[in-house]
């Protein structure tokens, strides 16, 4: 398996602009994870997924953010609009809905909002 | 609120020796620890995972305790080398299975 997929790995962008982030979970694997992490804050959670249903998206910061998961093997995150602080490196992460299993993560995509 | 601390400072510890780090929480009652592997550019990879009953793990050089009354978890890279250089972050999960809440990562350098 070629593992989590991201894509882009960067983007640069103009701040205004609308930026989709777009992830391919492991096949097989039914809880997919978007995280954010930035030096000031760490690596944080915004949204799961289950089954392709939104769980829990208490961490997406404003309504700007918002994720979908229109099948099993595809994921977006879109900002809109974008703003500089949203400037940071985000990662897609899948696992087999199970307590205390590991998370895969994908390489991530660094977004620059100028 | 709830709160998972790492050394924010980096460590920096010489070929062979063992590195040790450190992964305190508050206001938290994880069933399951994970420790992760981070290099520059990249995602998280996972090394270890620890339960709530269990007091020690160990894989290969690789050693995680945990300790629930002292809200903490050691780290230890025995025979530490150059390629174990990278940061390091805990991750906390509770019994209902859901989140993981991540610490901020401590940053090893084994120089040779």
């Known amino acids: 398996d070629a593992g989590v997929i991201q894509s882009p790995r960067h983007e640069v962008t103009e701040m205004g602009q609308e930026v989709t982030l777009r992830c391919k979970p492991i096949s097989g694997h039914d809880y997919l994870f978007w995280y954010r992490q930035t030096m000031m804050r760490g690596l944080e959670l915004l949204i799961y997924f289950n089954n392709n249903v939104p769980i829990d998206d208490s961490g997406m910061p404003e309504d700007r953010f918002s994720a979908k998961m229109p099948n099993a093997s595809f994921s977006t995150l879109k900002i809109q609009p974008s703003e500089p602080r949203d400037s940071a490196v985000y990662f897609c992460?899948?696992?087999?809905?199970?307590?205390?299993?590991?998370?895969?993560f994908g390489p991530g995509t660094r977004l620059t909002v100028l | 609120s709830q709160k998972i601390e790492q050394n924010s400072e980096a460590l920096n510890i010489q070929e062979g020796k063992t590195a040790t780090l450190t992964c305190n929480y508050t206001?938290?009652?994880?069933?399951?620890l994970q420790w992760y592997r981070q290099d520059p550019g990249r995602g998280p990879v996972f090394l270890l995972l620890?339960?709530?009953?269990?007091k020690e793990k160990r894989k290969e050089r690789l050693k995680v305790t945990f300790d629930t009354t002292l809200k903490q978890s050691l780290f230890h890279i025995t025979a530490s080398q150059p390629a174990d250089s990278a940061t390091y972050l805990c991750?906390?999960?509770?019994?209902?299975?859901?989140?993981?809440?991540f610490g901020a990562g401590t940053q090893v350098v084994v120089t040779p």
């Open positions: 620890i339960r709530e009953n269990e």
């Open positions: 206001n938290y009652s994880p069933a399951y």
């Open positions: 992460a899948s696992t087999l809905s199970e307590a205390g299993n590991e998370q895969f």
């Open positions: 991750a906390l999960e509770r019994a209902s299975w859901g989140k993981l809440q």
